[in-house]
């Protein structure tokens, strides 16, 4: 009867929003949009022809996901729009296309939020930093430069700001979001149960305290300045200055206007956008008022693609291939859905992988923050077994923690970036009590009769008794103990250095280096090419998995969110709504054992 009120308001909501949903698209098709939809289809295949002395315009304004669409479009139903992400792979790749396209000129950064995590960030900055090398420009602009913003642009031969325009530079804050207060109004008690020794395991925290414990802020403290550390070293070695003194201008917040920003050298000069368009025609020998050639970075997904790349990749076919399995989101059991690891889907993604006699190595992209233990385990147990017959390199992106490091442990070799937040080896499950809250808040009570001692063992409208706490605290352990066990065996080391570096801390990928918790810092090119050696090959294409939703099925799935976020408000760029959404769609995926990150860090 408790499951039942558990689940009925949301999958009341659920429905009603389905329901709306499809609705609304039956009006749409009888209005006549499928042909416009159709058509976006039709439109998506199109060839872009890139002219002359052209000017790729990158300004990173959709969600930056590891792996793109296939197709890129959008679809504006009525105010609900169905908006494509943007693949960091996709990103990386067309790049890495101008560097060598002799119709690009140069690339013109129009970017104010960089909707990414830092690790992503700065895979995309390394890839801009490859680019200078061919000896093109890249020029910056923008009204606003967030802290992100600018240490992308910071890689710019030229920085322009807008006159009266905004450039944020202050340090690192990251936030952590507390339901201790909301659970005690609601009187809903979380019984946590975690590993005995995991005092750094603060996934739990958010529900039963209403700021961080001191081994909390220990931890977010350390790697939050490993990573703003590795922010200022990028930008020191762009702006040709020493990193202390760009701590002085953090720590002094000494940039309060953009007049500051010019004097302090953050920014090349204050700047009308058409004064920086007169210096883009200057650059690609135009005429005064005559119209540049910009192409939008996604238009430029679809421009010919160069037989061979830097990197040797070759877009023709070719017999040996290199499995590049994308593993982006939370790690739950079952099928995947939106921007989710399902257990079911991954384990046969990797599979068939193995299987596949023309795969020669896998790369397993890995951005993942964990989640459920049980599901880690299954797709752990694949990642071994297709170990057995061909190498397996892991390429960490923006965080790869706890079961997302869980999975990544086998591996021959992992890659990660800098900024890359992963280890939090550590584990810890929540039963509510929430007798409360059935009793007091909605007038319910339930008796029982049941025929053995723990019949109604995880009862939701009672707290446990002792004998029902120490099997969940037994059950847990022994769960952080096969974790340590796992990791020691994958990193050859001893179980007891795991344990020491472990109690659910978290680390930066420059630590996890040092502690030998990966292997190398690079992103995932530099990861495929270790595959590629491990492999013994040279030639080779790229296999993406798992296999991508229908886009029929995608384009749905995508509007069933755009009418939740709509109706609630939510703004895509650095809501806390929308986080505080996401967080509560993460609590309702958790079953059994959790290997996970808290909730909501915000970074800014």
Do not use: C
Request: glycine share 8%; net charge negative.
């Amino acid at each position: 009867m408790k499951q039942f009120f558990k689940f009925m308001f949301a999958s009341l909501l659920g429905t009603l929003i389905s329901l709306f949903v499809l609705l609304f698209i039956v009006i749409v098709i009888i209005g006549g949009a499928l042909s416009s939809t159709l058509s976006d289809f039709d439109s998506s295949k199109k060839v872009t022809k890139v002219k002359s002395n052209s000017i790729l315009h990158i300004s990173l304004d959709q969600q930056i996901v590891d792996r793109g669409p296939e197709d890129q479009f959008s679809i504006d139903l009525g105010g609900f729009e169905s908006s494509s992400t943007l693949g960091l792979n996709d990103i990386i790749m067309n790049i890495e296309k101008a560097k060598t396209d002799s119709k690009i000129e140069g690339i013109y950064l129009d970017v104010d939020f960089v909707p990414a995590g830092m690790a992503s960030t700065q895979e995309i900055r390394n890839a801009l930093l490859d680019f200078k090398e061919s000896g093109k420009w890249i020029v910056s602009y923008n009204e606003i430069y967030t802290q992100k913003a600018l240490y992308l642009s910071s890689v710019a031969d030229e920085i322009y700001l807008y006159p009266e325009g905004v450039m944020d530079f202050r340090g690192l804050n990251a936030e952590v979001t507390f339901f201790k207060n909301l659970l005690d109004d609601l009187e809903i008690e979380p019984q946590v149960i975690r590993g005995s020794n995991n005092k750094f395991k603060s996934a739990v925290e958010p529900f039963i305290m209403e700021e961080m414990s001191q081994a909390s802020r220990v931890q977010t403290k350390k790697w939050l300045e490993s990573v703003w550390g590795t922010m200022l070293a990028g930008m020191g070695e762009s702006y040709s200055m020493n990193a202390d003194e760009l701590e002085r201008i953090a720590e002094e917040y000494a940039i309060r206007t953009a007049d500051d920003a010019v004097k302090i050298g953050l920014a090349t000069a204050t700047m009308y956008e058409g004064e920086v368009m007169d210096i883009l025609r200057f650059k690609v020998d135009a005429e005064e008022d005559e119209e540049l050639d910009f192409v939008k970075l996604t238009k430029y997904f679809k421009a010919p693609k160069p037989k061979k790349d830097e990197k040797g990749f070759t877009f023709s076919y070719k017999k040996d291939k290199i499995a590049v399995v994308y593993a982006e989101g939370g790690i739950n059991l079952g099928k995947s859905s939106n921007q989710s690891i399902g257990s079911d889907t991954y384990s046969e993604a990797l599979r068939q992988a193995r299987r596949d006699t023309s795969v020669k190595a896998i790369v397993l992209r890995v951005n993942s923050p964990g989640g459920v233990a049980l599901a880690g385990d299954m797709i752990w147990h694949e990642v071994v077994e297709a170990q057995k017959r061909k190498p397996v390199v892991v390429s960490m992106g923006d965080v790869a923690a706890s079961a997302g490091y869980y999975i990544s442990a086998p591996a021959d070799k992992i890659f990660a970036q800098p900024t890359t937040i992963t280890g939090s080896i550590g584990v810890f499950g929540i039963v509510p009590n929430m007798k409360g809250f059935f009793n007091n808040k909605i007038g319910l009570t339930f008796d029982h009769v049941e025929t053995n001692e723990f019949a109604d063992f995880s009862d939701l409208g009672r707290p446990l008794n002792d004998a029902e706490m120490k099997i969940l605290q037994k059950s847990v352990d022994e769960t952080y103990e096969t974790f340590v066990n796992i990791v020691a065996e994958g990193r050859d080391l001893s179980p007891t250095f795991i344990d020491s570096i472990g109690q659910g801390r978290v680390w930066t990928g420059i630590d996890a280096l040092e502690l030998g918790l990966v292997d190398e810092i690079g992103g995932l090119n530099d990861a495929i090419d270790a595959a590629a050696e491990l492999a013994n090959i040279e030639d080779y294409t790229l296999k993406a998995l798992p296999k991508r939703k229908d886009p029929v099925e995608q384009i749905l799935e995508d509007l069933n969110m755009a009418v939740v976020k709509t109706s609630l408000g939510f703004d895509e760029e650095n809501s806390k709504l929308l986080q505080q959404y996401n967080a509560i769609q993460e609590v309702k995926s958790m079953q059994g054992i959790q290997a996970r990150m808290p909730l909501i860090i915000s970074i800014d």
